[in-house]
């Protein structure tokens, strides 16, 4: 993702030369091309990331469309009071990035674990969330929130993870299906999307097939495409890689709570905890029950309803407390 985000960058500089890049000190070798090519566009304002803002938000206000770069815990935890009165007050039109989103840097521990950056930025009224699942996505959804007339937060992956294949459009604010599907119905934000994937597929020759639908966009949430959903599926499993508070989950829980009737919903994610060690991401996904057997066991349970003991909520293994904590 991080490749195809360096790229994109450079398309959108090319294209509007009122785009400009800061960066908390964070990308070398990355944008390289970038600050080779465009020079005093390219801004580095070093370990500081409540000036990172601050001065993106002074950008925005000269007329720029600043774009502005960090780890996802450093992007979000850090400087958010300025996000959320430069940017959200403001209504400045700053994307900020979010790198390594999740628990992309897992072995790195708890400073580098961004398990609640979604719902941080859920938090700033007005704020477009949104959590790419493969490179393509990432190349789609860029260009389209630097049409924005106000803040978005954009939380990508690392390098390496796999492109899918689906036909569906990438489109800011609606949920892509990547799968089709009868009775269940899988959604996810983010990267964890091709482990949902890798699951769904090696269910085929079990005639299992639950539908999948990527949320790359939190906010604002395709409540339409989730209304149309439930008139054909009777559970909705949910897969993030994000705390239960303020991600996916909760989102689609809210929609679902004022309804009499309709899909229940089951949760796939990391315990309401800090995860302490240093795992590397698939053990964390292992332990956490966010790998694609473990998915696949889901999928499996949720298509036989009247099978005992499917629990509302499969938060994995994996607690803060030092008898339990991640290897």
Not at 17 to 28: E, K, M, N, Q, S
Not at 43 to 65: D, M, P, S, T, Y
Request: charged share 20%; proline share 8%.
């Amino acid at each position: 993702m991080r490749k195809a985000f360096a790229e994109s960058l450079l398309r959108a500089a090319e294209a509007d030369p009122r785009v400009i890049f800061l960066t908390g000190d964070l990308g070398f070798g990355t944008f390289d091309a970038f600050q080779a090519r465009f020079g005093p566009r390219y801004v580095n304002v070093g370990v500081a990331e409540a000036q990172l803002v601050c001065a993106a938000a002074g950008l925005a206000l000269e007329g720029w469309r600043p774009i502005i770069y960090s780890i996802a815990s450093f992007a979000t935890g850090r400087p958010f009071e300025q996000i959320r009165v430069n940017l959200g007050y403001g209504g400045l039109p700053v994307v900020v990035v979010g790198a390594g989103g999740g628990y992309t840097y897992a072995s790195s521990g708890v400073t580098h674990h961004a398990g609640e950056d979604l719902g941080l930025m859920s938090l700033v009224p007005d704020m477009t969330v949104v959590a790419p699942g493969d490179p393509n996505e990432v190349t789609q959804l860029l260009p389209q929130l630097l049409n924005l007339d106000g803040p978005s937060y954009f939380r990508i992956g690392k390098y390496g993870e796999p492109a899918y294949c689906a036909a569906a459009p990438v489109i800011l604010g609606r949920g892509r299906k990547l799968r089709d599907g009868d009775g269940v119905t899988v959604v996810c934000t983010g990267q964890i999307a091709s482990v949902v994937l890798d699951a769904v597929d090696s269910l085929k020759p079990e005639g299992v097939t639950p539908a999948v639908y990527q949320f790359h966009t939190l906010q604002p949430l395709d409540t339409s495409l989730l209304d149309s959903l439930s008139e054909r599926t009777h559970t909705i499993v949910v897969v993030e890689e994000h705390l239960p508070v303020g991600g996916l989950a909760a989102a689609v829980s809210a929609w679902r709570a004022p309804r009499q009737s309709g899909p229940r919903v089951v949760r796939m994610g990391p315990p309401h905890a800090l995860v302490l060690g240093n795992p590397t991401i698939n053990e964390m996904r292992e332990r956490l029950g966010l790998d694609s057997r473990a998915i696949a066991d889901m999928c499996r349970r949720v298509c036989h309803p009247a099978e005992p003991g499917v629990p509302e909520s499969a938060p994995g293994k994996a607690l803060a407390s030092p008898e339990r904590n991640l290897p």
